[in-house]
T-cell receptor, first 109, second 114 residues
Framework: GQNIDQPTEMTATEGAIVQINCTYQTSGFNGLFWYQQHAGEAPTFLSYNVLDGLEEKGRFSSFLSRSKGYSYLLLKELQMKDSASYLCAVTESNYQLIWGAGTKLIIKP | IAGITQAPTSQILAAGRRMTLRCTQDMRHNAMYWYRQDLGLGLRLIHYSNTAGTTGKGEVPDGYSVSRANTDDFPLTLASAVPSQTSVYFC?????????????FGPGTRLTVL
C-alpha cells in the first residue's frame, strides 16, 4: 500500500537545529516535496528532491535516500516564525501527490 | 489577481444543500487539484484535472464533482452536503508540462455542514 510517515509533533529551541524525518512506501516515485503550513494558512513550497542527496536552500536543507524510502528536512538557526506544520509529499508516476499528515513544529524561546 | 484564489473563504451549510466552491488561477497552469484537509490527516485529493476539458477522481471523490471548462477555473460542487464533508478545502495548481511541478495553493475554504 501507500504510506507516508512523519512524527506528529516536535519541539525545538530558538536558534537550534531540528531534523524532521519522513519515510514513505508508494507504488511509484517521481520525487519528494516538503511544504510548510502555518496555522490557518495554505501550504507553501519549501523543497523538491528527485535524486539522492542533500539540497540546501538557505537555512533549510532537504535530504533524500530513494533506496531507503527516507527523507528529512533540516532547519537551522531556528526562528519563532518557523513554528508551523511541515508536510512531506511523494509524487507518483502520474504526478499526483501522496501527503503525510504533517509534523507540527513548536519553537520555544 | 496574481496566483490562485478561492471563494468563499468560509461557509456554513445545511445538510442536503448544494454548494459550489470556486477556484481561479491566473498562472496558466495546466494541472489543478482539489484537496480536503482534516485534523490529524494529510491532504487528501478529491478530484484533479491535468488539462482543460479533462478531470479525474482522486482518493476521496464520493459526493463531489468538478468541471474544467477552461484553463483558469476549476469549481468543486457538493451535490447534497453531509456533515462528514465539514473540512477545509484547498485548491491548487501546478505546471506539469515538464514533469512534477510545485503546487501553488489557494487560501482555502472552511466549510461547515450542519
Amino acid at each position: 500500500g501507500q504510506n507516508i510517515d512523519q512524527p506528529t509533533e516536535m519541539t525545538a529551541t530558538e536558534g537550534a537545529i531540528v531534523q524532521i524525518n519522513c519515510t514513505y512506501q508508494t507504488s511509484g516515485f517521481n520525487g519528494l516535496f516538503w511544504y510548510q503550513q502555518h496555522a490557518g494558512e495554505a501550504p507553501t513550497f519549501l523543497s523538491y528532491n528527485v535524486l539522492d542527496g542533500l539540497e540546501e536552500k538557505g537555512r533549510f536543507s532537504s535530504f533524500l535516500s530513494r533506496s531507503k524510502g527516507y527523507s528529512y528536512l533540516l532547519l537551522k538557526e531556528l526562528q519563532m516564525k518557523d513554528s508551523a506544520s511541515y508536510l512531506c509529499a511523494v509524487t507518483e508516476s502520474n504526478y499526483q501527490l501522496i501527503w503525510g499528515a504533517g509534523t507540527k513544529l513548536i519553537i520555544k524561546p | 489577481i496574481a496566483g490562485i484564489t478561492q471563494a468563499p473563504t468560509s461557509q456554513i451549510l445545511a445538510a442536503g444543500r448544494r454548494m459550489t466552491l470556486r477556484c481561479t488561477q491566473d498562472m496558466r497552469h495546466n494541472a489543478m487539484y482539489w484537496y480536503r484537509q482534516d485534523l490529524g490527516l494529510g491532504l487528501r485529493l478529491i478530484h484533479y484535472s491535468n488539462t482543460a476539458g479533462t478531470t479525474g477522481k482522486g482518493e476521496v471523490p464520493d459526493g463531489y464533482s468538478v468541471s474544467r471548462a477552461n484553463t483558469d477555473d476549476f469549481p468543486l460542487t457538493l451535490a447534497s452536503a453531509v456533515p462528514s464533508q465539514t473540512s477545509v478545502y484547498f485548491c491548487a495548481s501546478s505546471d506539469e508540462t515538464g514533469g512534477p511541478g510545485e503546487q501553488f495553493f489557494g487560501p482555502g475554504t472552511r466549510l461547515t455542514v450542519l
